[in-house]
């Protein structure tokens, strides 16, 4: 079974520059979600959907932060403008509808910005 | 507010010897209590679980985990360390209002040879 795939694995952009990150979950997993790990810290959500529907984005900042995921499959994660605390590991997961708890990881898009 | 807490950033064991990772939590109800393992360079990796039944749940890679309801633990434990269990763990735990997985700050493991 393929995991989760992200890309890009490593990202460097300048502040108030724009990036995009991409994640192809799991073929069935219909609950997906993406995590803002920063140094140090463990991972914290920004962003939960089922299917192609918005479950959760409280701790999305949404002045700067978008997120959408067509057809219910692939999502994209947008950044615009960077800001220099935006650096970290962003982490996509998915998981079964019946187990949100089990939840599979990629292996992330580190991202620095200068 | 319900948390999770690590209170150790780092443990060393030698191989061989028994390893105990901690993990304490507060949440409202019963809980849910995870464990994810994040090598190098990769994703965080599903250990194991603890919703309802035994207090000692057996993982992946020979982990096991003890709920401590009276001590509000859930420490992950390994009778014999490898060298290749060295990596970053995440004890979890479900936010019983919202639903989500509320992270540690995770402990790195480290097993000298």
């Known amino acids: 079974e393929a995991g989760v795939a992200q890309s890009p694995r490593y990202k460097i952009i300048e502040k108030r520059q724009s990036v995009a990150f991409w994640c192809n979950p799991i073929s069935g997993h219909a609950t997906l979600y993406w995590y803002q790990q920063i140094l140090g810290q463990g991972p914290k959500l920004l962003i939960q959907?089922?299917?192609?529907?918005?479950?959760?984005d409280s701790q999305l900042p949404k002045d700067r932060f978008s997120a959408e995921r067509l057809k219910g499959v692939d999502s994209t994660l947008k950044i615009q403008p960077a800001k220099l605390e935006d650096s970290a590991v962003y982490l996509c997961?998915?998981?079964?509808?019946?187990?949100?708890?089990?939840?599979?990881f990629g292996p992330g898009t580190r991202l620095t910005v200068t | 507010a319900q948390s999770v807490a690590q209170p150790e950033d780092q443990v060393n064991v030698a191989e061989g010897n028994p390893l105990t990772v901690k993990c304490t939590y507060s949440?409202?109800?019963?809980?849910?209590l995870f464990w994810y393992v994040q090598y190098p360079n990769r994703g965080l990796q599903f250990l194991l679980k603890?919703?309802?039944?035994?207090?000692l749940v057996k993982g992946s890679y020979g982990f096991e985990a003890e709920f401590n309801k009276s001590q509000t633990s859930f420490h992950l434990k390994k009778p014999s360390a490898l060298v290749s269990d060295s990596a970053l763990y995440f004890c979890a735990v479900r936010d019983s209002y919202t639903d989500k997985l509320i992270f540690g700050t995770g402990t790195r493991l480290q097993v000298f040879p």
């Open positions: 997961a998915s998981s079964l509808a019946g187990t949100p708890y089990e939840q599979y």
């Open positions: 959907f089922q299917n192609n529907g918005v479950v959760d």
């Open positions: 949440v409202s109800g019963n809980p849910y």
């Open positions: 603890y919703i309802t039944g035994d207090n």
